[in-house]
């Protein structure tokens, strides 16, 4: 269903895009604001990855800097049959998480050190399952393709004063037409873009409660994600509210209703969609799945004691949160350990 709603969605911006072109532009206006659009979009495209992380400045780690980490990662890829993103760290306060990269090929995965205060493995495990549905789909490409046509249909509703749109015996709309034409039109494509960015964050909560083995656990990440989203700031997301479609909650504002302007669903509809696939799947809130049922165990140990039906083992995240139990060593009590353990 989702699926089938975002090409229709982008069969409307494709129809605005030739609608307003048509209008304003004519022929030539509209190949040229085309041009341009998909020229700066196409840069955008295949430097995607690399502008998006360093706008949050977030720094690569490998298995031997925080294991753990990479592990998860890489066990959740594999059962997803993804090649192994790259796994980025950002040092940010506020719980958030975002997948980039143009293609499976050239992912990264990166997760805020907010994480860490407040999610338990298992709710982590659907944080990342969740962004690595985001690879898999090639949401990342969707959102180009709905920000290049979005660009198009605000540079030609800008321009289309100039290349005679605003002149009656051109046909076109006269002056008055031409300038709520040039207002309505770009808000009117953002409005799609949005909704197709809704979308695809509802297909890759279904898909990454599927990867991880229980949409519980996404859904109590998200409760928590989204509460520290509203208390705690995110300075990068602020400075660059462009991005804020990346993050599996939004960054910038935790508001409590579906809306047009909005580029993540409610969380509570959200919360309450994987409840339900949770029940279709005979899960209750009450207990996760055994080890048997996720068919997935990559931090179970024999010593190991987990939360009730948890096969991740461990309470949760707290003091080093990927430890499997190794930092009780007094080996490793002094070793220097970052955010990550």
Not at 89 to 107: E, I, K, L, M, Y
Not at 262 to 271: A, D, G, Q, W, Y
Not at 302 to 326: E, M, Q, R, V
Request: hydrophobic content about 45%; some cysteine.
């Amino acid at each position: 269903m989702n699926f089938m709603r975002t090409a229709v969605l982008l069969a409307a911006m494709t129809a605005l895009f030739l609608i307003v072109g048509a209008a304003l532009g004519g022929k030539t206006g509209m190949m040229m604001a085309l041009v341009f659009a998909v020229g700066t979009n196409l840069f955008a495209y295949w430097n995607s990855d690399s502008m998006a992380l360093a706008a949050n400045e977030a720094r690569e780690v490998d298995a031997r800097a925080e294991p753990g980490l990479v592990n998860m990662v890489h066990e959740l890829a594999a059962r997803a049959q993804l090649p192994p993103p790259r796994v980025y760290v950002v040092d940010s306060d506020q719980p958030n998480a975002f997948a980039t990269g143009r293609d499976p090929d050239h992912a990264a995965v990166a997760v805020n050190t907010g994480l860490v205060h407040i999610l338990t493995r298992e709710e982590l495990a659907g944080v990342v399952a969740h962004e690595l549905a985001h690879i898999k789909n090639r949401d990342t490409l969707t959102m180009t393709i709905t920000a290049t046509l979005a660009g198009a249909i605000s540079s030609i509703a800008h321009w289309g004063m100039f290349m005679g749109g605003g002149r009656r015996d051109n046909g076109g709309l006269g002056i008055i037409g031409t300038i709520a034409l040039s207002i309505l039109a770009p808000i009117a494509a953002m409005i799609v873009q949005m909704a197709v960015s809704r979308s695809r964050e509802y297909e890759a909560d279904k898909m990454g409660a599927e990867i991880c083995g229980n949409p519980l656990w996404l859904a109590r990440a998200l409760a928590k994600i989204s509460q520290g989203a509203e208390a705690i700031p995110n300075e990068a997301a602020e400075a660059r509210p462009g991005m804020a479609h990346m993050f599996i909650v939004n960054p910038l504002t935790g508001q409590g209703m579906d809306n047009l302007f909005s580029t993540h669903p409610n969380v509570e509809n959200r919360i309450a969609a994987l409840e339900q696939m949770a029940a279709q799947m005979g899960l209750s809130s009450a207990a996760s799945p055994s080890a048997s049922q996720a068919g997935w165990a990559p931090f179970q140990s024999p010593s190991s004691s987990g939360t009730p039906g948890s096969f991740l083992g461990g309470g949760g995240i707290a003091g080093n949160p990927w430890s499997n139990g190794s930092d009780r060593d007094t080996s490793n009590r002094n070793r220097p350990r970052g955010p990550w353990g």
